[in-house]
């Protein structure tokens, strides 16, 4: 009730002091002996979600919205203060670059006020009206699990018919609605009479990758690097490349600078790409378009310590720079081949001149570098602190990608192809997946 009527002044009140806030701070991270980047990053997200919900009026037309909606702040805050790639001590290099909090097994429910700081968006929220609950409870729309946050009657009314959260369990939502969310939450009006549309027809957009989108955005509003974590091939550079294409919708910009690392990219090569994002930038600001530089396969080089010092301290070779460019570093896995491919490695001959791997100039920790799937080298402690896994599709997500790009395809053609025989084309072509990602050969 008091949080209802409650206004920020900007000033400390006199019976607290600094340690104070700290303690309160600490018990609010819910993080067990977190690090200072994490309290940092849980204090950046908090702060820029408050300061928003401070100025906008919908929070005081409905009785008690704002205060479910400062709790739900502090639930997202944790989330993303929390690496996925948490540090728990082990001396095993491989087990200290590990994710410990896969994308598929967490929730990412997401309430985010627009960029016009009053509207708000909503994804991975859903109502549950079960028969044992007396009014919905709010649940995660991937899992249906509860959220518990004490919700007054009135916000759930808000939430089913204002905000139209959606019932759980969720049905298939079209890409337009996805898109219309998606310009929403970056700020961007459609013209009269017309929808916004994709500036990409080769991407397919889903509520998995609509949440990543949302989620690395408001890491960008909040001053945090982004560091994405997943197999080759599982879509971060082509996720990235729409989310730019978006951001500067309608304007002939280039907005986002791709450094493809490899074993053979020099620091040269990353200095002119920064300085080729930064007079970029200079002009794309005036269009308020944020301009993006993307490290691709970052932790496959050496350069990932110039990397490092880029994305986490705002500096390269000890020059500054201006704060305005915002960083997505993705990374391959730290994972090593079984002994039987090992094994069939070392019969091909295939960088094993010398099969004493004491011998190899080329390790990770004591593992030589070709024992691994990926050739990948140490990550900096300071960069595994923002390691946002970008997941594996889930069998469910992966059917709803097969769905959304055999429609696509199918409305291209203008086919007399009905809905079930739509659905038809993408069991087949899930089945035939499902078999390919069983074979455990190469």
């Known amino acids: 009730e008091e949080l209802e009527t409650f206004s920020y002044m900007g000033i400390l009140n006199d019976n607290y002091s600094d340690l104070d806030c700290i303690h309160v701070i600490l018990r609010h991270t819910g993080l067990k002996n977190p690090t200072w980047k ?57 087990e200290q670059h590990k994710i410990k909090m896969n994308w598929g097994e967490s929730m990412h429910p997401y309430l985010f006020f627009n960029k016009d700081r009053y509207s708000i968006s909503h994804i991975g929220l859903a109502l549950s009206k079960t028969s044992g609950h007396h009014k919905p409870v709010i649940v995660d729309s991937s899992a249906g699990k509860k959220i518990n946050i004490v919700t007054k009657q009135e916000v759930i009314s808000f939430l089913e018919n204002q905000a139209n959260v959606p019932i759980y369990p969720l049905r298939e939502v079209p890409e337009t609605a996805l898109v219309r969310k998606l310009a929403s939450f970056v700020g961007i009006k459609k013209e009269e009479g017309k929808e916004v549309e994709k500036p990409d027809d080769t991407y397919v957009l889903t509520n998995d990758n609509l949440i990543k989108i949302m989620g690395i955005q408001m890491r960008f509003r909040c001053r945090i690097p982004v560091v994405l974590m997943g197999e080759t091939g599982c879509g971060k550079t082509h996720l990235i490349r729409f989310m730019c294409k978006f951001a500067a919708y309608g304007k002939k910009l280039k907005n986002m600078f791709i450094v493809k690392v490899h074993g053979g990219t020099t620091e040269e090569d990353v200095i002119k790409c920064l300085h080729e994002a930064i007079d970029a930038a200079m002009i794309n600001r005036l269009e308020r378009v944020e301009t993006v530089v993307f490290f691709d396969e970052a932790n496959t080089s050496e350069v990932i310590s110039l990397i490092k010092e880029i994305m986490c301290d705002g500096r390269y070779k000890g020059i500054t720079f201006p704060p305005f460019l915002k960083f997505v570093a993705a990374c391959n896995p730290y994972r090593r081949h079984s002994n039987k491919m090992i094994k069939k490695l070392k019969g091909a001959g295939l960088g094993w001149h010398d099969c004493d791997s004491k011998n190899t100039a080329e390790m990770i920790g004591d593992i030589p570098l070709r024992d691994l799937v990926y050739r990948v080298h140490d990550l900096p402690a300071s960069m595994r602190a923002l390691v946002y896994d970008f997941g594996s599709l889930s069998n469910e997500t992966e059917k709803d990608y097969i769905c959304q790009i055999v429609r696509n395809r199918i409305e291209k053609l203008q086919s007399e192809i009905n809905e079930d025989m739509m659905k038809s084309i993408a069991d087949v072509l899930c089945n035939c997946q499902s078999y390919m990602k069983g074979r455990d050969d190469e």
């Open 38 to 94: 994490e309290v940092r990053h849980f204090v950046w997200f908090l702060n820029v979600q408050l300061n928003a919900c401070e100025e906008s009026s919908l929070m005081r037309r409905v009785k008690g919205l704002k205060s479910f909606a400062v709790e739900f702040m502090k639930i997202m805050s944790r989330d993303f203060a929390t690496s996925s790639m948490t540090d728990d001590g082990s001396v095993d290099i491989l």
